[in-house]
């Protein structure tokens, strides 16, 4: 059972008015389910983009995709917790669930809603239900940029330039915050002339600042912040110069040690730094040791009752002294990032082509596009010949249509090397833009 609702972190329901999409992003749980699978959303999906996916031979029977009514404007609370509420919606999932020995459920992240869910549903079922994340608690202090930059530290695990700077309840901050910050905004940014200030929760953009150093700058930010950012602490870092960013997807399993590594992409940012989509295969020359790093971290989070998805953003710079390529992390994503939805639906696409006797999908080029289209249909018209053919093994698949509202579309193009994928990706960015 997946519900995949980034609303489930508690601090993104404020953010809500300002991206109106966060609620739709559930939709990006039809790429990972099987047939058999049930799919909570926050409301209805287009039935020909549920067509396509069952065509594709991805996604559950539309059968077993379920929404619940929702008063309009921005949501309250979480689907998990409007789930529990809704003793209808619970009696429609359990019949459809059956009678397992085991219900597993996939959400966006482990939170104590998705705990609370599954509780409710094992006393439905008769039967246990276990949340794919392990223990909440340990999944919110890995959500912590600050916690997790510490206990990187203590792991021996490479980092930026930085420092925390800790932070009183906006309420109760006073001018003393703001020249804190400032002070650490101008230390962090003296070597490049920039820093980047990152919240110590939020994703996806959300909580983080690229700043000038200089005096004026630095304070125009520290008093921003200071007003606006609800938050315990910031993490302020000096910005370097990327070569390349990439974000290591590991599988944290139940038994100890046990850590897999599902795919290394590199991420596409815009410039502000915000995530914009991967690409696979990453360039990074130092993926390896990215993976050593990010598994250390894994093993640390999993010995407190971690398990499930965990994203790790590195970054690969160029040392101006030596050249010679380094490495740092950059954050932490306890939960399925934006890399593991393309980085699972390559590997599903590549066991039906397998199967097929053809060869695997060698690269993908993910992210959000803009678009004019107003429904599935308008979708198909405009990509044609550039959607996913299972017999050429290429193609676009397009996901989260609810955002179609808000006139965007996430896509993944799959092509036979790096450099076909991307092209392929900006033709459907251009076609669906028209």
């Given at each position: 059972m997946f519900v995949?609702?980034?609303?489930?972190?508690?601090?993104?329901?404020?953010?809500?008015?300002?991206?109106?999409?966060?609620?739709?992003?559930?939709?990006?749980?039809?790429?990972?389910?099987?047939?058999?699978?049930?799919?909570?959303?926050?409301?209805?999906?287009?039935?020909?983009?549920?067509?396509?996916?069952?065509?594709?031979?991805?996604?559950?029977?539309?059968?077993?995709?379920?929404?619940?009514?929702?008063?309009?404007?921005?949501?309250?609370?979480?689907?998990?917790?409007?789930?529990?509420?809704?003793?209808?919606?619970?009696?429609?999932?359990?019949?459809?669930?059956?009678?397992?020995?085991?219900?597993?459920?996939?959400?966006?992240?482990?939170?104590?809603?998705?705990?609370?869910?599954?509780?409710?549903?094992?006393?439905?079922l008769g039967s246990p239900v276990r949340v794919l994340g392990g223990d909440p608690e340990t999944a919110a202090r890995a959500d912590r940029k600050d916690l997790m930059r510490a206990r990187a530290h203590a792991l021996g695990v490479p980092l930026a330039e930085g420092e925390v700077v800790p932070l009183e309840p906006p309420g109760a901050r006073d001018a003393s915050a703001a020249t804190m910050l400032e002070g650490a905004i101008r230390r962090q940014g003296a070597a490049t002339g920039r820093a980047i200030v990152k919240a110590s929760r939020g994703g996806g953009g959300v909580g983080t600042l690229v700043t000038d150093a200089e005096p004026v700058a630095a304070r125009r930010t520290a008093e921003e912040i200071c007003a606006s950012w609800d938050c315990e602490a910031c993490v302020v870092e000096s910005l370097l110069d990327l070569t390349v960013s990439p974000n290591v997807m590991l599988e944290v399993e139940r038994e100890p040690g046990a850590v897999r590594c599902l795919g290394v992409t590199d991420q596409r940012?815009?410039?502000?730094?915000?995530?914009?989509g991967n690409i696979y295969p990453s360039t990074a020359r130092t993926a390896a040791q990215m993976v050593h790093w990010g598994t250390r971290l894994a093993r640390s989070l999993q010995s407190e009752g971690y398990a499930g998805p965990l994203g790790l953003d590195f970054?690969?710079?160029?040392?101006?002294?030596?050249?010679?390529?380094?490495?740092?992390?950059?954050?932490?994503?306890?939960?399925?990032?934006?890399?593991?939805?393309?980085?699972?639906?390559?590997?599903?696409?590549?066991?039906?082509?397998?199967?097929?006797?053809?060869?695997?999908?060698?690269?993908?080029?993910?992210?959000?596009?803009?678009?004019?289209?107003?429904?599935?249909?308008?979708v198909c018209d405009a990509l044609g010949g550039l959607l996913f053919d299972p017999g050429r093994g290429t193609g676009v698949v397009p996901y989260s249509p609810g955002n179609l509202a808000h006139r965007s579309l996430g896509v993944i193009a799959f092509g036979g090397s790096r450099g076909e994928a991307e092209a392929l990706h900006a033709r459907a960015a251009a076609a669906l833009g028209r």
């Open positions: 995949h609702d980034v609303l489930s972190w508690d601090y993104l329901l404020l953010y809500v008015p300002h991206y109106p999409e966060l609620p739709n992003q559930a939709e990006r749980a039809l790429l990972l389910a099987g047939r058999d699978d049930v799919v909570c959303l926050n409301g209805p999906v287009d039935p020909d983009y549920l067509a396509f996916l069952e065509g594709l031979k991805i996604g559950p029977d539309p059968e077993r995709v379920v929404w619940g009514p929702r008063p309009g404007g921005p949501p309250a609370e979480c689907l998990s917790s409007s789930i529990r509420g809704n003793p209808e919606l619970m009696a429609r999932i359990a019949r459809l669930l059956g009678h397992p020995t085991e219900t597993l459920l996939d959400p966006f992240a482990s939170t104590p809603h998705e705990a609370a869910l599954a509780a409710s549903l094992g006393e439905a940012l815009d410039e502000h730094l915000v995530h914009a970054g690969e710079f160029r040392d101006p002294r030596t050249g010679a390529r380094g490495l740092f992390l950059a954050d932490v994503n306890p939960r399925v990032n934006g890399a593991g939805y393309p980085l699972e639906l390559r590997r599903r696409l590549d066991r039906d082509s397998a199967g097929r006797g053809q060869p695997g999908v060698a690269a993908f080029s993910s992210g959000w596009v803009s678009t004019q289209a107003a429904s599935f249909a308008d």
